[in-house]
């Protein structure tokens, strides 16, 4: 590399996403079916884009306050305490962001000092341990187990805890795993959490996609409130991924702070896209029902057909991803996919992407039609017999 001394040591030494990493090897081949990437098949529904070519007709296309449109950041809290019984102020807890990624970086960005440790439940988002690190903190990774649902137990947030322990990364319902932690579960965990004094960053984007629970935010525990951030967006709820809207709600404190980078690197969210999410906050709940039921439809198909080919797979309670043991094979996960996508022309993620812990495990996406997944299937069930 040309100017290797001259990088960003700590970015230079960053892994490239995994999940990238098999899609550019499958944009090379022809006919390649993928189930990797988690993105609902839905078009954005009418009544949201006819609100975003509203805006640009009528030349709502300038700057907005760096923290977003008022009349979104309204709609956010209205939406929290309407969906979840939770209450923020729209003046002082919101900033609205370029989708939730950018909102992990400013908060990570926001809260670290270096050689802090972020305790981070894996199989992860690939985003947050490269985002850790470049914020100067240290991974600190704990292996959720299948045997407990893929929650985050209290024996082991307890075990990753040392002094230098800034916060704790909460991603229920989880991808890659489905997992969801019920107001139970935070409740065995929330004590740990208040003892230590520790902020628990809970990335929310899935919380619509919870099957047989209601969604349970551990921001409604009033006793650690002050040290909750919550992520959230409109992309999977909404099918609003191309529009990149998220948001942060925290204490005013760390609001403030957040703003100063984000006014710096962004200065704002696109604004037809917040016009958009006014009207998906406002008008959105009908949507997100119609998309709730399809996608339940497709879990309790594919797990059925996962299962019955030969590859052990829990019911994913959140989210619209399962995770299949794929240890009847003999096989890695990188090998798995690299195989697969070889032989049978089927892309999918390999579990260690998300972290050590994932492997043995592979990621499907059933954010795809039936008729795709079904196609998957077949290919998985031909390639899985010459392989057992």
Known sequence: MIFDEEI???????????????FDIASTKKDVIS?????????????????????IEKGRTFYTGNK??????????SYYHR??????DPHDNVIITVGGSEAIDIILRTIMQPGDEVILPTPAYVAYAAIIEMAGGKVVEVPLEEKD??????????????????????????????????????AKIVPIIKENGIFAITDEIYAE?????????????????????????????????????????????????????????IMCATTPCQYAAIEAVNNGDNDIEEMFESFKQRRNYIVKELNRIGLKTHMPQGAFYVFPSISCTGLSSEDFCEKLLEEENLALVPGNAFGDAGEGY????????????????????????NYR
């Not at 960003?8 to 098999?22: A, D, E, H, W």
């Not at 609902?40 to 805006?55: K, M, N, S, V």
């Not at 809207?245 to 005013?252: C, E, F, N, S």
């Open 8 to 22: 960003n040591q700590t970015i230079r030494y960053i892994k490239p996403s995994g999940i990238r990493k098999f």
């Open 35 to 55: 189930l990797g990437v988690g993105e609902p098949d839905f078009i954005t529904p009418w009544h949201i884009r006819e609100a975003a070519i509203h805006a």
């Open 68 to 77: 977003g449109l008022l009349l979104l950041r309204e709609g956010v809290c």
């Open 83 to 88: 969906r979840f019984q939770v209450d923020y």
């Open 149 to 186: 649902e893929f929650k985050l137990t209290p024996e082991a947030l307890k075990k990753a805890l040392s002094n230098r322990t800034k916060a704790v990364i909460l991603n229920f319902p989880g991808n890659p795993t489905g997992g969801v932690m019920s107001e139970e579960d935070y």
């Open 209 to 265: 996609l919870t099957y047989e629970q209601k969604h349970c935010s551990i921001a409604q525990f009033d006793e650690i409130k002050d040290r909750v951030i919550v992520i959230n967006g409109f992309s999977k709820a909404y099918s609003m991924t191309g529009y990149r809207i998220g948001y942060i709600l925290a204490h005013k404190d760390i609001i403030d702070m957040c703003n100063k980078i984000h006014q710096y690197t």
């Open 362 to 385: 592979v990621r499907i996406s059933y954010a795809y039609s039936l008729q795709e997944i079904k196609l998957a299937i077949e290919k998985l069930e031909h390639f899985l017999s």
